[in-house]
Each structure stands twice: as C-alpha cells, then as structure tokens.
C-alpha cells in the first residue's frame, strides 16, 4: 500500500513539473523596450542623412532637418537624450531588426509590406509620390514618361510606387536606382534622367532652392502618410514615443515646425 501511495504522489509531483513547464514554454516574454531605453537615457535614430527637408547635413555639416527638430522635441518631452545614425536606406530596416538603431525616424512612408516587418506610431505627416522633371521639359502626364529614364532611390516608397503602377512601369525605358534623392535630382538636371520620382516634401524643397531648373506634374503616385518605425516588439516603448508625438500635435508645436520646413502646415491631424 505505501509503495503505491509513493509512485501516485511521485506521479503528481512530475506531472505538477511538467505542467509548469508547459505554462512557461507559452509565456510572451516581458516588454521591458521603454525601461531599457530609459535606462541608456537616449533614442537612436537611423536615417538617410542626404534627404532635405526631412533629415540632411547642414554648411556645418552638423544634420538638421523637420524630422531632426521632432525627434528631438519628442526625446525631451521622454526625458531622453537623441542620436542621429545615418544608415544606407535600403538597410535601414534590417539595422533596426539588428539594434543598431532604435527607430527610423526619416520621412518613413506607412505601408502594409512595412507594417509586416515592423511597428509604427501614428502618422505624423501627409505626403504623396510626386513627378519631378526639368523646366523646359515636354513631359506633361504620366503618358509622357513611355520610353524615358525615370530615377527612384533605392528601397524607398517612390520605388514601391511606380513599381505598383505597372500601367506606366512597362512604358519606360528604363527605372534608375540611386542610394539618394540628391545624386537623382543632380543627374536629372545635366540630363542623365527624365523624370524622377520623389517624395513631395523633398521635390518641393529641391524645387524651392531652384525654381527655374525643376517642375512638378499634375499627376502622381499617390497619397501616403509618414510615421515613426520601430521593432515590433518593443511595444511600450513604440506608445510612449506615439503619446509625445500626439502631445506635440495638441499644442501647435508640431505645426510650428512644419511651417518653419515647408511655409505651411502639412502636419497629419
């Protein structure tokens, strides 16, 4: 009797083991992304540091831009120290999967094949896929682009829109890749290029510095929004930063940068 009394409650006590183990195996690990930033006392932000006005080097070589104020109004507002990290752009996202970087922080457009990979705040800015050809071009709709050159930078969302556009994409004669706008915008006016397609923000800016070289077309390749990217898993981390921004949104301060960048508000309510 006692025999059978101790295998059934060495039965128990190995099944109470193996019951435990079952339970951890299927815990989610703890989200301790904002305790462990904190803890650094600051965010690093990846970006392309040759995309004006968002993020680029100033005559001082120091980077400026609207994205470079928000993100530093954001890190104070967190208590929190920023560093800024140029990264190549079509890698950028493969850095932050790495910890190289703690966010992307760079006119990073929102789009369902990105929200795959990783988490984003809320949008911050509208923007869209802007056509930019020279002055004295006769380019006038995207019909007009059948057989020319058209430059896109390398891993960006104006790639992924004239790609999505396969109507247009097949009349081209040929889809240029470069790791900047900069170095597209530069071939585009000594005449390497046709047409390039950008994002607004930055065409418009381009366009501002140099009226009478580029032009914008009536057509484009579609709305879209921009948002702050950031490891999926770092959850708390990702909401704190999307409260400050919302918090910057409320009390104007947003608006005052945008008008300072781009002459008017184009900041997402």
């Known amino acids: 009797m006692r025999k059978i009394f101790s295998i059934l409650v060495t039965f128990f006590i190995v099944l109470v083991m193996l ?5 951890s195996k299927t815990k989610s690990p703890k989200d301790d992304s904002l305790s462990r930033i904190k803890e650094k006392g600051k965010i690093i932000v990846g970006l392309d540091d040759n995309f004006p006005p968002m993020g680029f080097r100033d005559k001082n070589n120091e980077i400026a831009g609207f994205d470079i104020d928000l993100a530093k109004e954001a890190a104070k507002r967190m208590g929190l120290n920023v560093e800024f990290k140029p990264v190549e752009w079509d890698g950028i996202i493969l850095s932050l999967k790495n910890k190289d970087i703690d966010v992307i922080w760079n006119g990073l457009t929102i789009t369902d094949k990105r929200k795959e990979a990783i988490g984003f705040t809320d949008a911050y800015l509208k923007n869209k896929q802007i056509i930019v050809v020279l002055s004295g ?5 995207k019909k007009d682009l059948g057989g020319k050159i058209v430059g896109v930078q390398m ?6 829109a004239l790609e ?22 530069l071939d585009l006016k000594s005449g390497r290029l046709q047409a390039v397609v950008v994002d607004e923000v930055v065409g418009r800016y381009y366009i501002s510095k140099m ?6 077309l009536k057509e484009d390749f579609g709305a879209e929004e921009y948002g ?16 400050a921004l919302k918090a910057i949104k409320q009390d104007g301060t947003a608006e005052k940068l945008s008008k300072k960048w781009f002459g008017e508000s184009i900041i997402e309510k």
């Open 19 to 23: 019951s435990g183990c079952g339970t």
């Open 137 to 141: 071009s006769d380019i006038k709709t």
């Open 155 to 160: 891993g960006s969302s104006s790639e992924e």
């Open 164 to 185: 999505s556009d396969k109507e247009t994409l097949k009349t081209l004669k040929q889809v240029r890749k470069y790791s900047n706008n900069t170095e597209a915008l």
């Open 211 to 216: 009226p009478n070289v580029y032009k914008i």
């Open 228 to 243: 702050v990217g950031f490891r999926k898993e770092d959850k708390s981390f990702g909401q704190a930063l999307d409260e």
